[in-house]
């Protein structure tokens, strides 16, 4: 079992996710945002955003990126359907 699960953690994908997550948090900490911060910001996209759109919230990707010398928000939003407004 301990095999198994040293297998699982040390696959090639887990340490990408690991690398991801770490370069996550460096980035947030450094834009002095919080994780809670994030999740508000989160939460407020997706109220906006599903006003318009039907999305897909369990697939959707909010994040922070480094730029040379600023942090920028990035977001993957899958659209499922627009909604009809008059």
Do not use: C, W
Request: net charge negative; hydrophobic share 45%; proline share 2%.
């Amino acid at each position: 079992m301990l095999d198994s699960l040293m297998r699982i953690f040390n696959s090639e994908k887990s340490g990408k996710v690991a690398k991801k997550r770490l370069q996550m948090v460096l980035i947030q900490d450094r834009a002095n945002v919080s994780p809670e911060v994030m999740e508000l910001i989160r939460d407020e996209i997706i109220q906006v955003i599903s006003k318009y759109m039907v999305i897909d919230k369990t697939d959707m990707e909010l994040s922070l990126e480094n730029d040379d010398d600023s942090v920028a928000l990035v977001a993957n939003i899958p659209v499922h359907n627009m909604k009809h407004h008059r």
